[in-house]
């Protein structure tokens, strides 16, 4: 795991480095680099994984706002904090979408809970399973995984790639699956909330509206209320 701090402020950064490090050394966090830079342009340029970063928003050429824009464009599962003494670009913040908000200075048990929901959405979106076909298996990141549908005796994985037939049953991906992402809103569908674009109380539109699956009316509250959840801590 990599994990970026973009800050000018050197006090600020260091303060910010230690807390982070403690908590890898509380929560016995293996293989996580932080790498520190003081410039957003440096930042941009480095050509690392980025899994977390923490960026200051006034900084000297560009703004943590416009640097969040571009690692988003570059790679929609970068989890990006925001951490500042400016509460005037909450807005914008949130238009970006990014994980967390926090004010400077910067709350070290504060810090340490948005980290553990960091960890954890982390692992979601690094998570893999196995799809057995009849032709083998495929290793597949489940973030990749838009829903799963039964058809008949089929099973089909629907994927950002393509499709596949599992011979897995629909009860081994309800078991495998992160419940926390995924949702069983049919007996015949298991639904991604990262790839919900809209839902009604009987449709749920998928990846940009190319994929749809169904929802049990009596589901509807339930999967509205946990797919709200989820939002609140992606």
Known sequence: MNIYICEDDRV???????????????????????????????????????????????????NGI?????????????????????????????KLHVFRYLS????????????????????????????????????????????????ARKIIVHTVGGDYNSVQSMQYWLDKLPSGVFFQSHRSFIVNFAHVSNFDHSVIRLYNDQFTAYLTRRKYTSFKNAYLLYLETC
């Open 66 to 94: 416009y640097i969040g824009q571009e690692l988003a464009k570059a790679d929609k599962n970068t989890i990006i904090i925001i951490a500042t003494s400016y509460i005037e670009y909450l807005d914008e913040a949130m």
């Open 12 to 62: 600020s950064m260091e303060r910010l480095s230690g807390y982070i490090n403690t908590f890898i050394e509380r929560y016995h966090i293996k293989d996580c680099e932080i790498k520190l830079f003081e410039d957003g342009r440096d930042l941009l340029a480095d050509k690392g994984h980025k899994d977390i970063v923490f960026l200051d928003i006034e900084m000297p050429n560009l």
């Open 104 to 151: 400077k200075p910067i709350d070290k048990q504060r810090l340490f809970r948005n980290m553990r929901d960091a960890m954890q959405l982390y692992a979601n979106l690094t998570a893999t399973l196995p799809i057995e076909t009849k032709d083998g298996v495929h290793t597949m990141l489940t973030s990749r995984i838009v829903c799963v549908e039964a058809i």
